[in-house]
Structures are given as C-alpha cells and as structure tokens.
C-alpha cells in the first residue's frame, strides 16, 4: 500500500487560508468516507483534527475543516494562527488496513 | 479521561524480540478497536496493525505481516505488540491509539506518549 500524496510544505500568513490536499487511489481515498487528519508538532504525538472527512472532534477550532473529492481529500486551516504551524498528515481507510499521507509542513509567515 | 500510557521498547539486535505494551483507563476497553502506528527517526507516520474490541480482527500492514502480532487483554485493559525477527528498517517511535469504532474507525484519538525501538547491533 503506498502512502498518499501531500505536498511538501504549505505556508501562509496569520489571518490566511491554506488547503493541504491528499492523493490517493480508488482503492483508499476514493472508496471510504474514513478518512482523517493529524496534528504532529515537534516531539509530540499525533493530535486527531478531522475524522471521516470532514468531522472535528470536541475541542478542535471550527478554522479546521475537511473536504473530499473523488481520490483527493483536503484539509483546510481558515484564519490561519502561528500555534498552526506544525506537521500535518492525512489517513485514509483502505480495505484491511489503513494508510497514512506523507505529511505536509504548515510554516506560518 | 482517557488515557494510554505505552511501555516496553529499548535497544534490541537485528533477529531478535520485544514486546510493547499500551495501558488503556477512562473508556470501556472492550468497545474500540486499537491500533498501532509507528515513525522513523524524522520520517513520517506508519500503520503497523490494528485489532477490534473483541481481539477477534485483526490487521497488519504488509511490512510486518508474519513477524509481528497484535493481542489485547480486555480484562487488564491493554494492548500488546509482539514484535519477531526484528529488522533494522523496523527502528521508529511507536505509539498506540484508540479507534473510534468496534470494528474499525479509523479516527485515532488519543494516542499513547510513544515509545522508541532501536533495531541495531
């Protein structure tokens, strides 16, 4: 199973918006609903912001949001803040096992 | 509150075991499944294996299938991974998580502090 594509890197200045996107294949992304994002700051464990698309759990600020598109997932951080600059990764669902995107690096300007 | 508190992992040679260990309290165990992902020094992260509520689905990735085995005591409220024939590329910090659903979920929320594998002679 390969890892879903991320961009790289990602930036923004405080107040802005930036969509992080996702790519995987109609075998993962494509033919489940359970797809799901994490937070990663440096040292730290991964931090669950977005689940089955596009649902935040209780205590995730409403700027996170999540979307879908055929293969691509998206995630977007709206009235980006400077404690957002951090490592994001994307999960997709994929028959018998899971897989993660390969990350994407959020730098606040 | 729910907790996951991992222990075990260490240095261990190429070829050899060890035993991780995830201590789950604040939720009813046997509801969720669990699941184990791992990360490689500055990499990113990896699903390994997860397991339903009961311990009787189980799933691995292909990278460890054969070598490594997901178990769970519901009575003792934890979660195992045994880890065979342990290779060099298996070196990462591992964490375990709880899923969102009996069977699977896919939401993994929380994750256990992390725990790292050294494989190295």
């Known amino acids: 199973q390969s890892a879903l594509t991320q961009p790289r890197s990602v930036s923004g200045s405080p107040g802005q918006s930036v969509t992080i996107s996702c790519t995987g294949t109609?075998?993962?992304?494509?033919?489940?609903?359970?797809v799901s994002w994490y937070q990663q700051h440096p040292g730290k464990a991964p931090k669950l912001i977005i689940y089955?698309?596009?649902k935040r759990p209780s205590g995730v600020p409403d700027r996170f949001s999540g979307s879908k598109s055929g293969n691509t997932a998206s995630l977007t951080i709206s009235g980006l803040q400077a404690e957002d600059e951090s490592d994001y990764f994307c999960?997709?669902?994929?028959?018998?096992?899971?897989?993660f995107g390969t990350g994407a690096k959020v730098t606040v300007l | 509150e729910v907790q996951l508190l991992q222990s075990g992992g260490g240095l261990v040679q190429p070829g050899g075991s060890l035993r991780l260990s995830c201590a789950a309290s604040g939720f009813t165990f046997t509801s969720y499944a669990m699941t184990w992902v791992r990360q490689a020094p500055g990499k990113g992260l990896e699903w390994v294996s997860g397991?339903?509520?009961?311990?009787?689905?189980?799933y691995y990735a292909d990278s460890v299938k054969g070598r490594f085995t997901i178990s769970r005591d519901n009575p003792k409220n934890t979660l195992y991974l045994q880890m065979n024939s342990l290779r060099a590329e298996d070196t990462a910090i591992y964490y375990c998580?709880?899923?969102?659903?009996?069977?699977?979920?896919?939401?993994?929320?929380?994750w256990g502090q992390g725990t790292l594998v050294t494989v190295s002679s």
């Open positions: 999960c997709s669902f994929a028959g018998t096992s899971f897989v």
């Open positions: 998580a709880k899923d969102s659903q009996f069977i699977v979920g896919g939401a993994f929320d929380p």
């Open positions: 109609s075998s993962d992304v494509g033919d489940y609903n359970y």
């Open positions: 089955d698309v596009n």
């Open positions: 397991l339903s509520g009961s311990g009787g689905t189980t």
